[in-house]
DNA sequence: CCTACCGATCGGTAGG
DNA sequence: CCTACCGATCGGTAGG
């Protein structure tokens, strides 16, 4: 029985991940539960004894990497560093995601728009408080004095859409490797902040 | 004739710009011909009197969307203007594009994607060059030491990631107004390049 | 510009 | 997990 439910649930997450990847790809709409039942190799029919619905598997990818970001700002509040290495925290986690869960992260970014409600009004609420907090971090550091006197709301939107930007760099011939990315983008990103 | 021809071009802009409203809010596959009708006030059929297909309307925005940014491009290389000028005048340029042709210029960056052969390896070529000649005028001005040394290919990533992430603004309640948008912008960008 | 309609494909279900 | 199939909707056409 258990050794039943495991395996049912390993094939929902192979099914969730070949999701992700074509949604990331295609996006929501242009795939279809018959390209996605060819790529895990059974019939579409059969995907319905694993998964509820295709808006399920959206659900399921963008609210666990909604998640995920969650669980890591939250350690961050309770953590003993100043504000310029919590936001040098922050751009190291968004660019690791991009980087090795980038199929979950970019459709959490792209997709939600195809979200159902009430899914989508409640992401939408859960990513407003997320950047509030983020502003927050960089609001402390201006009164800190740590950080140059910047809009946060500019400087939460340029952080997190130059992490997005990576989208790009994903895409092509990766003549840079992740880790140049990742101390250039924080280098960059900082140093621009910094008082 | 003229009148005739003239009256059916402008029918066809009204159809090309309602459809690029609706293909930035939803995407290009999960917005039907019907709805595009609906917005038009016509009948599904009576769309194909002025357009040859769903494809077509895509292609145009994309293409003169491009077209529009490689003209500016153009008329920066033959300017007498130092690389942080020309990066300014870029950064400015694609900040009024995403605020005062946001439909068009976000379906360009986002449904590109869903560009039919060969317009889509035409268009990925023509991005292949445009960036990277906006990197030659990074390159230029760490050679001429007006430039800090970065990355090229960072900079312009982050130049037109930022950009981008206007579309988050663009959705919001726009607490900001796009002048300050634009300056704050600007400035955190050229500051963060600046020697 | 409309009515009427086409074949294809969609997400999903019944029954085994 | 499959075969067989459903109603709905898709982009697009014929004919007027």
Redesign the pocket.
Known sequence: MTEFKRKKAS?KELIIQKASAMFREKGF?A???????DE???????????I?????ILQEIIYRTANDCNIHLDNLDVAQLNSIEKLESLIRFHVQMMIHQFDDYTVMINEWIHLSEPYQTNFITQRRIYVQRMENIIQQGIDHQEIKTVLPYIAMLTILSSVRGLEFWHRSEKHVSPQVIEDNMVAFLINGLKK
């Open positions: 094939k709409p795939t279809s539960m018959r390209d996605l039942a895990v190799g059974i019939e579409a029919a059969s995907l319905y004894n694993h509820q619905s295709k808006s399920e």
